[in-house]
């Protein structure tokens, strides 16, 4: 079994979906996860956790997971797939840290969840699609976090050299690092390193290393008045040249277009 990474640049999914067994992969983005028949095994890292008709879970960005299904009949979840971006101020929470157990059973799942999972649709895009969107986020984060018991992402202990890289970059992304530097830092060597990006992650260093940085400056560029430029520092490009070629690459758009298009949405 390998590790699947994705990088999520459609800021919203939400979607019905037969629960069936997929492989452990890594996604970039917020992933919520309600049951609404059967049941399903949700695994985090080295964990599997049980989910029945009812409960909901939280995958946060960045962290390993998988799903297994051994329930026989019909088992179904709604998925929601969110930029982190979306959430706001909350977006360190994500980024820092992680739920002990993802999972909150049908008894305590609040209201304004079960009604956002299965009632509201994402609709066409258009400027007030994409605050809704938000503030959508917002809510079920803000209804389900009370319930978790929060661990910090970036310091745990793990022997897992997968999970170590995946949480050494996202400590550490703003700062000048490089897969040679990494590889010192974490006792492996640097054909290691590039071996879990190119076999596990199916990309390689640098390209990860700037998804994760763009997914910072575009929240700074939404929530900050910081400029472009200090942005992209601040996420820690070095250049202005390799922070356009990247943005460009992901958003199929100019730094300048993306922050003039938010510009143009608030406006109307």
Same mark, same amino acid.
């Given at each position: 079994? +390998?590790?699947?990474?994705?990088?999520?640049?459609?800021? $919203?999914?939400?979607? @019905?979906?037969?629960?069936? &067994?997929?492989?452990?992969?890594i996604l970039s983005a917020l992933e919520c996860i309600y049951v609404t028949e059967g049941t399903l095994e949700l695994g985090i890292q080295q964990e599997l956790y049980h989910m029945e008709a009812g409960d909901f879970a939280m995958? +946060?960005?960045?962290?390993?997971?998988?799903?297994?299904? $051994?329930?026989?009949? @019909?088992?179904?979840?709604? &998925?929601?797939?969110?930029?982190?971006?979306?959430?706001?101020?909350?977006?360190?929470?994500?980024?820092?840290?992680?739920?002990?157990?993802?999972?909150?059973?049908?008894?305590?799942?609040?209201?304004?969840?079960v009604y956002g999972m299965t009632k509201i649709t994402p609709g066409e895009p258009n400027a007030y699609t994409d605050i809704a969107r938000q503030a959508y986020v917002q809510i079920v984060l803000a209804r389900a976090l009370p319930y978790y018991t929060?661990?910090?992402?970036?310091?745990?202990?793990?022997?897992?050299?997968?999970?170590?890289?995946?949480?050494?970059?996202?400590?550490?992304?703003?700062?000048?690092i490089t897969l040679t530097s990494m590889a010192e830092d974490l006792y492996v060597s640097p054909y290691t390193l590039s071996r879990i990006f190119s076999g596990t992650f199916h990309t390689n260093f640098n390209r990860y290393l700037n998804h994760t940085r763009l997914r910072h400056v575009v929240h700074l560029l939404k929530y900050t008045n910081q400029t472009i430029t200090e942005a992209y520092m601040n996420a820690g490009f070095e250049s202005q040249r390799t922070f356009n070629r990247a943005f460009l690459d992901v958003y199929r758009m100019s730094p300048r277009e993306y922050r003039n298009q938010l510009r143009a949405e608030l406006d109307n």
């Open positions: 079994m +390998f590790t699947e990474y994705k990088n999520n640049t459609e800021e $919203f999914q939400l979607y @019905r979906k037969k629960s069936v &067994h997929q492989p452990p992969r995958v +946060f960005p960045d962290m390993i997971h998988h799903e297994q299904v $051994f329930t026989p009949g @019909r088992n179904y979840a709604i &998925h929601l797939v969110a930029n982190p971006a979306l959430s706001g101020l909350l977006l360190p929470t994500l980024q820092q840290s992680r739920p002990e157990n993802p999972v909150i059973k049908s008894e305590n799942v609040h209201p304004d969840i929060m661990i910090d992402k970036t310091g745990s202990e793990s022997n897992d050299i997968i999970d170590r890289v995946v949480e050494y970059i996202a400590r550490h992304f703003t700062e000048n």
